[in-house]
């Protein structure tokens, strides 16, 4: 009895982890490079990811867009673009359900590249499409949905003086153009997000450097009213390091936090995190040097007032020369991989001190591009992948709050079980076949055994023909894991 009830509370510890907080990992794609651009929760808590698909669509990339489940579960994909270069690279639920996906194209459009607005409903059927942009190179990165529209950030060559500027676009709520503004500092300016302030201007953090391999980068700081007219600039510099913005937030001071990296001139490259107050002045910026370089990609505000961030781990620097951005663009379109990486997760004080870090990833180059706090206050990371396919996959991450995005932690290893519930036939799928033959054991709620088998493969399904709660074991003499599953 006094193991029956031993039993009870670990499998009920399972079973509670699991429903309070939904853990997994996905990769999706096919056979060709897929690209992860943004992320996020949906209403019906599952999730929307945009990208770019060179598996399902034309040869040059389309955008891509993915509709999953609360446990990752694909429930339906979309394509969007023409014969040339298409991707995404940002989106949002807007308020009636539908969506708004914002990013750039080859395929349509006055000049090289345009940037690309697709305005679409709940279940991905277009209503209507817009370009923006002159003759030569502009590109989307961010998108808002305002009170009266839709306002777009990236960079435009078309209209820069000598390289790039930052471009602000304005439409109302059928796409159609209210205003755009361009802003330089030096000759390549460069931005990834942006967020609208409380008086419903923007606030813009860019990064600007001088053409040439030698000149360092510093971040630019603006703020815009409404109207997207400069209300104030500010420059934050290192003597000897360039800094790289790669992602912006506001505070709850009504400031701004900054995430990116601190490269310094021998090539060392460090996570970097600046917070501002609301002029934009610097108020501290910490350096996270862990012996390898890192990069971050993503901040956001988390539900105890602190901080989450992703990023890159162990990667060449000398392969990437900034995060997000002009470069980014001309290596995502090329086949060039990087040499090694791993996604970083990085919860932060409001100080910037460390709480916690974890990685995943596997033998390949993992990559993160977003990150946020789920409805249920877990974390959910957004990157891709080369570990699982000869070819790049979306990465889609869903953690509890400690960052475990399984009930072990097996650094490298991870078990998927899916669907969950199931109708009787389940899916399980290890990231790694190193740890197969898996033997494993069906077990009820006292404890007892109903079945056992054994994993041959990394992907192999197999049949629970009983209703109710239930937990896979598996254990051989290098690993030991247990796993709830629901049978309806």
Same mark, same amino acid.
């Given at each position: 009895?006094?193991?029956?009830?031993?039993?009870?509370?670990?499998?009920?510890?399972?079973?509670?982890?699991?429903?309070?907080?939904?853990?997994?990992?996905?990769?999706?794609?096919?056979?060709?490079?897929?690209?992860?651009?943004?992320?996020? @929760?949906?209403?019906?808590? %599952?999730?929307?990811?945009?990208? @770019?698909?060179?598996?399902?669509?034309?040869?040059?990339?389309?955008?891509?867009?993915?509709?999953?489940?609360?446990?990752?579960? $694909?429930?339906?994909?979309?394509?969007?673009?023409?014969?040339?270069?298409?991707?995404?690279?940002?989106?949002?639920?807007?308020?009636?359900?539908?969506?708004?996906?914002?990013?750039?194209?080859?395929?349509?459009?006055?000049?090289?590249?345009?940037?690309?607005?697709?305005?679409?409903?709940?279940?991905?059927? #277009?209503?209507?499409?817009?370009?923006?942009?002159?003759?030569?190179?502009?590109?989307?990165?961010?998108?808002?949905? #305002?009170?009266?529209?839709?306002?777009?950030?990236?960079?435009?060559?078309?209209?820069?003086?000598?390289?790039?500027?930052?471009?602000?676009?304005?439409?109302?709520?059928?796409?159609?153009?209210?205003?755009?503004?361009?802003?330089?500092?030096?000759?390549?300016?460069?931005?990834?997000?942006?967020?609208? #302030?409380?008086?419903?201007?923007?606030?813009?953090?860019?990064?600007?450097?001088?053409?040439?391999?030698?000149?360092?980068?510093?971040?630019?700081?603006?703020?815009?009213?409404?109207? !997207?007219?400069?209300?104030?600039?500010?420059?934050?510099?290192?003597?000897?390091?360039?800094?790289?913005?790669?992602?912006?937030?506001?505070?709850?001071?009504?400031?701004?936090?900054?995430?990116?990296?601190?490269?310094?001139?021998?090539?060392?490259?460090?996570?970097?995190?600046?917070?501002?107050?609301?002029?934009?002045?610097?108020?501290?910026?910490?350096?996270?040097?862990? %012996?390898?370089?890192?990069?971050?990609?993503?901040?956001?505000?988390?539900?105890?007032?602190?901080?989450?961030?992703? !990023?890159?781990?162990?990667?060449?620097?000398?392969?990437?020369?900034?995060?997000? !951005?002009?470069?980014?663009?001309?290596?995502?379109?090329?086949?060039?991989?990087?040499?090694?990486?791993?996604?970083?997760?990085?919860?932060?004080?409001?100080?910037?001190? $460390?709480?916690?870090?974890? #990685?995943?990833?596997?033998?390949?180059?993992?990559?993160?591009?977003?990150?946020?706090?789920?409805?249920?206050?877990?974390?959910?990371?957004?990157?891709?992948?080369?570990?699982?396919?000869?070819?790049?996959?979306?990465?889609?991450?869903?953690?509890?709050?400690?960052?475990?995005?399984?009930?072990?932690?097996?650094?490298?290893?991870?078990?998927?079980?899916?669907?969950?519930?199931?109708? !009787?036939?389940?899916?399980?799928?290890?990231? @790694?076949?190193?740890?197969?033959?898996? @033997?494993?054991?069906?077990?009820?709620?006292?404890?007892?055994?109903?079945?056992?088998?054994?994993?041959?493969?990394?992907?192999?399904?197999?049949?629970?023909?009983?209703?109710?709660?239930?937990?896979?074991?598996?254990?051989?003499?290098?690993?030991?894991?247990?796993?709830?599953?629901?049978?309806?």
């Amino acid at each position: 009895m006094k193991q029956k009830g031993v039993f009870l509370l670990l499998f009920m510890a399972i079973l509670y982890t699991s429903h309070a907080q939904i853990m997994f990992q996905r990769h999706y794609g096919g056979s060709g490079d897929d690209i992860a651009g943004d992320v996020q @929760q949906t209403t019906d808590g %599952g999730y929307i990811i945009t990208g @770019q698909t060179k598996s399902f669509g034309d040869i040059n990339g389309d955008v891509y867009l993915i509709k999953t489940n609360e446990y990752g579960d $694909t429930l339906w994909t979309k394509k969007y673009g023409g014969a040339q270069f298409d991707r995404g690279t940002a989106i949002r639920q807007t308020i009636d359900g539908g969506f708004i996906i914002a990013g750039s194209t080859e395929s349509f459009g006055a000049g090289q590249l345009d940037a690309y607005l697709i305005r679409i409903n709940s279940v991905g059927d #277009t209503l209507w499409t817009k370009t923006f942009g002159g003759t030569l190179q502009d590109e989307a990165y961010d998108v808002i949905e #305002t009170s009266d529209g839709y306002a777009l950030v990236g960079y435009s060559m078309s209209y820069a003086t000598v390289f790039s500027s930052v471009y602000l676009i304005k439409t109302d709520l059928n796409g159609n153009l209210s205003w755009s503004k361009n802003y330089e500092k030096l000759e390549i300016n460069d931005i990834n997000e942006f967020k609208q #302030t409380p008086d419903d201007g923007y606030f813009l953090a860019a990064m600007i450097r001088n053409q040439g391999s030698a000149q360092k980068s510093n971040i630019w700081l603006l703020k815009t009213d409404e109207f !997207g007219d400069t209300t104030w600039t500010t420059e934050i510099a290192n003597d000897t390091s360039s800094l790289i913005v790669s992602s912006v937030e506001t505070t709850l001071d009504n400031g701004y936090v900054l995430a990116g990296s601190i490269e310094d001139p021998t090539g060392e490259t460090d996570a970097m995190v600046i917070k501002t107050d609301n002029t934009g002045t610097q108020q501290w910026i910490k350096r996270y040097d862990r %012996g390898e370089d890192e990069r971050a990609a993503c901040i956001r505000k988390t539900s105890d007032s602190n901080y989450i961030v992703s !990023g890159i781990k162990d990667f060449s620097a000398k392969k990437l020369n900034s995060t997000f !951005g002009i470069s980014d663009q001309t290596m995502l379109k090329s086949d060039e991989k990087l040499v090694s990486s791993d996604i970083l997760l990085m919860k932060i004080n409001l100080n910037g001190d $460390t709480l916690w870090t974890k #990685t995943f990833g596997g033998s390949g180059n993992d990559w993160s591009r977003k990150v946020f706090q789920s409805i249920d206050n877990g974390f959910v990371i957004l990157g891709f992948t080369y570990s699982f396919s000869a070819d790049n996959e979306i990465y889609l991450i869903k953690t509890n709050t400690s960052g475990f995005a399984s009930i072990h932690d097996f650094n490298e290893f991870s078990c998927f079980i899916y669907p969950n519930p199931c109708n !009787g036939l389940v899916q399980i799928e290890l990231s @790694q076949s190193g740890y197969l033959p898996l @033997q494993y054991s069906i077990l009820d709620l006292n404890g007892k055994v109903l079945s056992t088998g054994t994993l041959n493969s990394a992907c192999q399904s197999i049949s629970i023909p009983f209703k109710g709660l239930y937990v896979l074991n598996f254990k051989n003499s290098k690993i030991s894991f247990s796993k709830k599953i629901i049978v309806e």
